[in-house]
């Protein structure tokens, strides 16, 4: 028997079923994962973030899969054929798509043919010339024909007997699965263009996938997305074939699945008078229906792994943004760079409340280059500015030149410039949420604000995008849109929640992802300070309509309050532990003032002393932690990557050229990096480091400041290789090992290599059949 649901999930985790017991018991009672995981510790153990993420996600596929298990055998039960064999079987299937094997026969379906030919009393035909190959079909069929059900003559007799044994074999669980295991391992993806689109324009960027052909169990998530791209926009056809089909145009030997049904069977070819039409049912079965069967599931796993793994390298570039080093609370100048429609300044103060904006025209076709430069040293003098964050779209880098030169002639300023993603910029500009907090103000200047707020703190401004729209996910309109939305989410609660947010300065977005709220209760919380001034406690906020005691215990940890009347109330102490501070405080006889930050008396503290029956070590320790360095940012310290000058087009480039560049996304195939010249370059997974790279988020990661070489430009193409091995050479980088692609963003043509024809297919294999 299968073990019980925690059980399993324990196993696949490594932990004990205790801790998944008591996870599943606080998700269960509406717990949330960044409460659970940083405050019920000694509950589970010690189980992280990612473990409880992927804890919750089991268990929803657990639960379903009982559910249907249940109903499988309630629906094979009242047909009368639940048998303690296939009720043992049922029950011990671990996969839905095991359950769904064995319930093939029995589900029900539209009337067939070989049912039709059941109805006519042909099964035992069917069954004697299976179990007896010595008879002879046509002599056989003789003894039932049945005009009146359209089994006039022996071979219409005999074709309805061959129904029945192909329905039988296609509906075997254990033939499926043998067969399944078989075509993953053997089985390879398939490509060819269609004749009719071969020339077009559209099918130029597939062009390297019009003769291809890899295996299943390799296939890499990006080449696997690149390829339903491909079938999606009506360019390739995608089919499953063997590894043992020819390739040179030969003909092709035995099928080796079609052996594997004729062994399940017990079919030899001995010459007896039923052995080549049992031969022929099973070449028919396997063409017509079983290879078109696994053919559609085994090209849906793999895509559906293929978006599993798309969304979770969207999520962990995500992470990496979301939690990149905020610039701090210094007054910011955001410049929006455009040419002629002008550059958009807005100024915030420290705390990202807009001061002042602007528009000015530096660049073409105006080229009001000294009228600019004076506006801009006005608007930093008159509000202080020290910070001046330029984003990276069109007129980037003229626009970064003109703050130079700001920089140069104003050193009194104390100016330091910062080129910073633009991603989503506009479409928070354009939104409901931007319009209610600058309902005055032009949606051009809505985007400088925003490119001004995210370098102070791109976590708080990032919240108010929609993750979908940052711009670092690999093939991301090709996944599910649902599943990624919900992934995508959970990385936004997981980071907002590791940071913690000021309860008085956060705005709507940024309080709905903290954990226990929503955005009618954020909304709340904004209105309840508006109307009453800032929190002077966390105790304060259960005045706040509708936030309760259990609201309250989710979310208080993961809400500062700077100045307020307790300073536990700024770290990540839960209210719910300040008793244990008392505790400690009382033994050491000291306030809590002279407590925080001091590393010396706090590490003479043995945290074994203050626990109890609630609170355990674990959470001990990690109040001592919060005590050395209250209200503690997980974020690294702020650097900027310092773009080449001279340097502001594909064309300035050169081979060989020493630069330095921010990362912008991370795929499996390698890293893209804004080098300052409105083109992302490639370095590939192969030139990360001087040593073998199996993961590229194990070097690099969004938003880091690397140095790169310029390898090779492709200016045709738009196309700029790169490595961080400082001692390649062009030649050296341009051989790549294996059959690794150089696919590019944005839905690009990949470079790729060359790969020989492959005609065997399980389609082609299904006509050869109808041909017959």
Not at 345 to 351: G, N, P, S
Not at 430 to 445: H, N, Q, T
Not at 492 to 498: F, P, Q, S, W, Y
Not at 698 to 720: C, F, H, N, S, W
Request: glycine share 8%.
């Amino acid at each position: 028997m299968l073990l019980p649901i925690e059980q399993r999930i324990a196993a696949e985790l490594g932990v004990q079923p205790r801790q998944v017991q008591a996870a599943v018991q606080l998700l269960d009672e509406g717990a949330t994962v960044p409460f659970v995981a940083r405050y019920r510790k000694e509950v589970t153990g010690g189980l992280d973030d990612t473990q409880l993420r992927t804890l919750d996600e089991r268990l929803g596929y657990l639960r379903e899969l009982e559910e249907r298990r249940a109903a499988i055998i309630a629906s094979i039960d009242e047909q009368g054929k639940l048998d303690p064999a296939l009720r043992d079987a049922i029950e011990n299937a671990e996969t839905k798509q095991r359950l769904e094997d064995l319930y093939l026969p029995y589900k029900q379906k539209r009337r067939t043919k070989a049912q039709i030919a059941r109805e006519a009393g042909i099964a035992p035909l069917a069954e004697a010339l299976l179990g007896n190959p010595g008879l002879s079909p046509e002599a056989e069929a003789a003894a039932y024909l049945n005009p009146d059900a359209g089994f006039a003559d022996a071979r219409s007799v005999l074709d309805g007997a061959r129904q029945i044994l192909m329905e039988r074999f296609a509906e075997d669980a254990e033939l499926l699965g043998k067969l399944r295991g078989y075509l993953q391992e053997h089985g390879q993806v398939v490509s060819t263009v269609l004749a009719d689109k071969a020339e077009s324009t559209e099918a130029a960027k597939f062009r390297d996938w019009f003769d291809f052909r890899e295996s299943v169990s390799t296939l890499p998530s990006h080449r696997a997305l690149a390829l339903f791209r491909g079938r999606n926009e009506g360019i390739l056809r995608l089919q499953l074939g063997l590894d043992s089909d020819p390739t040179d145009g030969s003909a092709p030997g035995p099928n080796p699945c079609e052996g594997r049904i004729a062994g399940h069977f017990g079919i030899r070819d001995e010459g007896r008078p039923a052995d080549a039409w049992l031969r022929d049912t099973v070449r028919w079965a396997w063409s017509v229906k079983i290879s078109l069967h696994l053919e559609l599931e085994i090209l849906g796993v793999l895509r559906e792994q293929a978006e599993e793994e798309a969304i979770r390298v969207f999520g962990r570039n995500l992470k990496d943004l979301l939690l990149a080093a905020p610039a701090g609370a210094r007054a910011t100048l955001g410049l929006d760079p455009g040419l002629r429609t002008g550059v958009k300044v807005a100024v915030v103060d420290q705390t990202g409340k807009l001061l002042d904006t602007a528009t000015i025209y530096p660049h073409e076709p105006r080229r009001d280059w000294d009228g600019s430069l004076h506006a801009l040293a006005r608007l930093c003098a008159r509000h202080n500015v020290s910070l001046v964050a330029i984003g990276n779209g069109t007129a980037s880098r003229e626009t970064d030149k003109l703050a130079g030169e700001l920089m140069k002639l104003h050193p009194e300023l104390g100016l330091t410039k910062i080129v910073v993603s633009e991603a989503g910029a506009s479409v928070y500009s354009a939104s409901e949420l931007a319009a209610k907090e600058f309902p005055e103000l032009d949606v051009s200047l809505r985007g400088a604000v925003s490119i001004a707020r995210r370098l102070q703190d791109p976590l708080a401004e990032l919240v108010k995008i929609d993750p979908k729209s940052i711009g670092v996910g690999q093939y991301q309109h090709d996944v599910n849109q649902g599943r990624l939305a919900k992934a995508l989410d959970s990385v936004v609660e997981d980071c907002v929640n590791a940071v913690g947010v000021d309860v008085n300065m956060a705005s709507v977005p940024l309080l709905t992802r903290i954990s226990g709220l929503n955005a009618s209760l954020a909304a709340n919380i904004v209105s309840y300070r508006d109307a009453n001034g800032p929190f002077p406690s966390r105790a304060a906020l259960l005045k706040v309509p509708r936030l309760g005691p259990k609201t309250f215990e989710q979310a208080a940890g993961f809400l500062r309050i700077s100045n307020g009347s307790n300073p536990l109330d700024a770290s990540a102490v839960h209210p719910e532990a300040y008793p244990v501070v008392e505790r400690i405080l009382a033994d050491i006889q000291k306030d809590v003032r002279q407590v925080m930050g001091d590393s010396r008396v706090l590490g003479a503290l043995k945290p074994e002393r203050y626990t109890d029956e609630r609170f355990g070590l674990p959470t001990v320790q990690d109040i001592l932690k919060e005590l050395d360095k209250p209200g503690r940012d997980p974020r690294p310290e702020f650097k900027t990557a310092s773009f080449k000058e001279g340097v502001e087009s594909l064309k300035d480039l050169s081979v060989g050229m020493i630069l330095e560049g921010v990362v912008t996304n991370v795929t499996n195939f390698g890293a893209f990096v804004d080098i300052g010249v409105h083109q992302d370059g490639l370095v590939h997974v192969s030139a990360l480091a001087d040593r073998f790279v199996k993961d590229p988020h194990t070097v690099v990661k969004a938003g880091q400041v690397v140095k790169v070489k310029v390898t090779e430009v492709d200016l045709p193409r738009k196309r700029i290789a790169l490595t961080m091995r400082m001692g390649d050479t062009p030649a050296a980088q341009g051989a790549r090992p294996g059959n690794e692609r150089r696919d590019a963003p944005r839905g690009k043509a990949p470079q790729v290599k060359r790969e020989p024809a492959f005609a065997g297919s399980l389609a082609s294999a299904f006509a050869k059949a109808l041909k017959k």
